[in-house]
T-cell receptor, first 111, second 112 residues
Framework: GQQVMQIPQYQHVQEGEDFTTYCNSS?????IQWYKQRPGGHPVFLIQ?????EVKKQKRLTFQFGEAKKNSSLHITATQTTDVGTYFC???????????FGPGTRLSVLP | NAGVTQTPKFQVLKTGQSMTLQCAQD?????MYWYRQDPGMGLRLIYY???????DKGEVPNGYNVSRLNKREFSLRLESAAPSQTSVYFC???????????FGSGTQLSVL
């Protein structure tokens, strides 16, 4: 079955530092989504990537889809305490299938 | 516009008891899902309904049943709860399979 890994599992950063999490798949993907879950909250959709090599930005967040469509990254520039939470990737191997979620990267931001 | 509404928010059961988790969405979505979330394991799909009138098993369906009551409502039933079903349960919906998901606020279930 679909294998999805996210690294790192945990990351502690000082406020103002950058942060990157990676999502790696064992198979080529149709598309990938990223979600954020605040502590005690529910996952909230951030972005969807479809094209090989695609890069999308949302303010301080930059999302990238790998050229081979087997991995993706989420980079946060100059973290803030509001960035605290767990970031999940969710992948689809073929259109019409369900998403498989990665285990998540938990980000802590120290003020 | 409430989005996805789940009830109850918290529940404690004894082993062997049964219960139904309720979920309703008001976004006219076709697809609905039930996930469970355990520490360090992300979200695992229990059952889903691609459209009204259909239901299918996900990754971890054993011990659960679902009903897509109508387009708005999708319930999850535990017939005989076990401690291994202690988890946080999320209902989600989307316009179609593979579209972005909107999640409910979750149900924290403990089975003693």
């Amino acid at each position: 079955g679909q294998q999805v890994m996210q690294i790192p599992q945990y990351q502690h950063v000082q406020e103002g530092e950058d942060f990157t999490t990676y999502c790696n798949s064992s198979t080529t993907l149709s598309n990938i989504q990223w979600y954020k879950q605040r502590p005690g909250g529910h996952p909230v959709f951030l972005i969807q990537l479809v094209k090989s090599g695609e890069v999308k930005k949302q303010k301080r967040l930059t999302f990238q889809f790998g050229e081979a469509k087997k991995n993706s990254s989420l980079h946060i520039t100059a973290t803030q305490t509001t960035d605290v939470g767990t970031y999940f990737c969710a992948v689809i191997a073929r259109p019409g299938q369900n998403f498989v979620f990665g285990p998540g990267t938990r980000l802590s931001v120290l003020p | 516009n409430a989005g996805v509404t789940q009830t109850p928010k918290f529940q404690v059961l004894k082993t062997g008891q049964s219960m139904t988790l309720q979920c309703a969405q008001d976004m006219n979505h076709n697809s609905m899902y039930w996930y469970r979330q355990d520490p360090g394991m992300g979200l695992r799909l229990i059952y889903y309904s691609a459209s009204e009138g259909t239901t299918d098993k996900g990754e971890v369906p054993n011990g659960y049943n679902v009903s897509r009551l109508n387009k708005r409502e999708f319930s999850l039933r535990l017939e005989s709860a076990a401690p291994s079903q202690t988890s946080v349960y999320f209902c989600a919906s989307g316009f179609a399979l593979g579209e972005k998901l909107f999640f409910g606020s979750g149900t924290q279930l403990s089975v003693l």
